[in-house]
């Protein structure tokens, strides 16, 4: 019975995969870590299977605009300082933590914020300057990337020294395969595997600022959320290239823009929307009219440029707090204009909330 269980798995998978069924369940899988570890220790081809969907063999995408990036608000609250702070606590803290901080006293909130403020002093020389402070509030509104990492570090991080090495990373992904590629005798298969693999080293590489294939809890963040990074912005530019550029020119034309996103039936008409994005593509995604996208046209499109809302904020609670002038904040500058950057009991807006202080 296990074994019938095991093979109906795999043909689920199998036919999900060449049906084009979208499996949201599995789209990150990397951040799965209760199904990764099930799949190893049960059936190591269906984890195998799974991982060729998510990193190469997924069907045409249903959502047709998952490839752009796009920076989200810092905060849903209106920003209005002359009517309450909202807005900056929410930047400052990010949502949940701000709510929290909603629950402590006057007293608490202050002595926390004094323990945050030493951590957002990256160079130790006790002020606080616009750039820290935007590099806080980047980290903070993209806490859930480091809480997703978190979660997986412990199915890579193989010999438990707080560092993910190329060779983990590989052996714990594609170490099944490696070790028995007489299961694996489809063409598929090794078609796929053969582009996951090098795909994944590449990008590996490039996280890996210093270049000794051994990847920090920065540099696997880096690795698993590219488009996060700025470094990273090159590789996605490239890997979006490399999934749609079916003609292999170096170039995105309109057909194959619309093919990463529609799979065309024959004898059935074309939906309006995706009439729709052919205009989008010739008014808005070919900026040269010269019938294909190039890099910068690609990158134009995944990685529009936006408001820099962390550098507006940096700047706004620099300004709002800066005594002197210095165009720095102190410390005590900092804890004098404390209710601007936290809130308390006595800024409660009468949520009733119970949450526990999550350190960053």
Known sequence: MGQNLVRSSEEAVAQSINGGIFIELFVSLLQVSFVTRYCKMRNPRL?????LYVAGGCPKPTLRHERVHQ????????????????YDHEAFLGKEEAKTFEQLTPAESVENLRKIVERIDANQDQFVTTEELKAWIIRVQKRYIYENVAKVWRDYDLNKDNKISWEEYKKATFGYYLDNPEEFQDAADQLSFKKMLPRDERRFKAADLDGDMVATREEFTAFLHPEEFEHMKEIVIYETLEDIDKNEDGFVDEDEYIADMYAREE????PEWVKTEREQFSDFRDLNKDGKMDKSEIKHWILP???????????HLVYESDKNRDKRLSKQEILDNW??????????YGEDLTRNHIEL
């Open 305 to 315: 440029e936006d408001y820099d809302h962390a550098q507006a904020e940096a700047r």
């Open 267 to 270: 004898g059935v008409p074309e």
């Open 47 to 51: 984890l195998y299977l799974l991982l």
């Open 71 to 86: 920076e989200p608000q810092l905060s849903d609250q209106v920003h209005a300082d002359s009517e309450n702070f909202q």
């Open 339 to 348: 209710n601007m950057f936290v809130g308390s009991q006595a800024t409660n």
